[in-house]
């Protein structure tokens, strides 16, 4: 086991600092939920305030909207589950991996039920749109690309693909099949969709 420096002990948050982040998770899991339950259009941030049992300065002290709250708080969330950029040394298993590390993530039923609500508020509302593109996709598509190259690097793909065709190829099905229409998502449809979508890549000019 690590040993803990005096530095490390003087750095942790103590007093007044642990209850702010005490107070801020429980706001985090409220917004979740409520989300998650009623959808981003009809959230309020009262709403927020009464699953959480916090009063309304403690919501506005963080955030001076509904959509200032939620983008920043999903995007946290999305940062914790970015792909993995550490190549393996084989596009087949960067592709594998990408597939089974979000098929978990998506699995999560909060998840299943926010994605897609969030999706269809951004054909609405294109503050959140714009928001959430640059909070949570650029980021992820950001490290798709960065595998993607990686395998360019090794030869296992051509230079000239098109690199934003390429990063959708590796999501977009299984997200379809988790979110919208369905159906198994065992090893077997594992093993075809890393072939399909290595095929797809190869073709992606």
């Not at 040993?3 to 642990?18: K, L, M, N, Y």
């Not at 040394?89 to 098929?103: A, I, P, W």
């Not at 090794?154 to 099905?173: K, Q, S």
Request: avoid cysteine; hydrophobic fraction near 45%.
């Amino acid at each position: 086991m690590e040993s803990t420096s005096r530095d490390d002990v003087d750095r942790r948050p103590t007093g007044s600092a642990v209850l702010r982040e005490s107070v801020t998770e429980t706001i985090r899991r409220a917004v979740f939920e409520e989300l998650a339950q009623t959808g981003f259009a009809r959230m309020s941030m009262e709403a927020v305030t009464r699953r959480a049992r916090v009063g309304k300065a403690a919501l506005y002290r963080r955030w001076p909207s509904k959509e200032a709250m939620v983008v920043e708080l999903v995007s946290e969330a999305a940062a914790e589950h970015l792909p993995a950029t550490a190549g393996s040394g084989s596009l087949r298993d960067d592709v594998e991996r990408f597939v089974r590390d979000t098929m978990a993530d998506l699995r999560h039923p909060l998840v299943g039920r926010i994605v897609p609500d969030l999706v269809a508020e951004s054909a609405r509302n294109p503050s959140l749109s714009a928001a959430l593109h640059e909070a949570v996709l650029a980021p992820r598509r950001a490290a798709v690309a960065t595998v993607l190259h990686q395998a360019i690097d090794r030869g296992e793909l051509p230079a000239d693909i098109d690199m934003g065709l390429a990063v959708d190829l590796f999501g977009a099905p299984l997200y379809l099949r988790m979110l919208a229409v369905g159906g198994p998502t065992d090893d077997a449809y594992v093993a075809r969709l890393t072939r399909a979508v290595l095929s797809a890549l190869a073709a992606s000019r």
